[in-house]
């Protein structure tokens, strides 16, 4: 089992930067992809951001390539997502998830594909 905690959201202006933290617990050996999906009110939970445990390849939804960067710190079980320009459209609830080695998946786009859950953080982008 993969325990996942996310922090950092809170409500910030259009166009402000903001870091999300998700720290994972557990069998951390486990660990394929981690990934960051949101849900924003009256939408459907949808990917943003992941990066491949191990060898550091990422991966971005369109809406958030060249303002969002996805890192890890393996050593501190840490993943982080830095957001930079803001849009309103970004509120959501953000969630991070994980893909396990051992997990049946057919892709890294789809919350389905994801084995292990946090809590989710919050962020609400205003005008």
């Known amino acids: 089992q993969v325990q996942l905690v996310e922090s950092g959201g809170g409500l910030v202006q259009a166009g402000d930067s903001l870091r999300l933290s998700c720290v994972a617990s557990g069998r951390t050996a486990d660990i394929w992809v981690v990934g960051w999906l949101r849900q924003a009110p009256g939408k459907a939970r949808d990917f943003v951001a992941a990066i491949t445990w191990n060898d550091g390849i990422t991966y971005y939804a369109d809406s958030v390539k060249g303002r969002f960067t996805i890192s890890k710190d393996n050593a501190k079980n840490l993943v982080y997502l830095q957001m930079t320009s803001l849009k309103l459209e970004d509120t959501a609830d953000y969630y991070c998830?994980?893909?396990?080695?051992?997990?049946?998946?057919?892709?890294?786009?789809?919350?389905?594909?994801?084995?292990?859950w946090g809590q989710g953080t919050r962020v609400t982008v205003s005008s």
């Open positions: 998830a994980v893909i396990s080695i051992y997990g049946t998946h057919s892709g890294i786009t789809t919350p389905r594909d994801y084995a292990y």
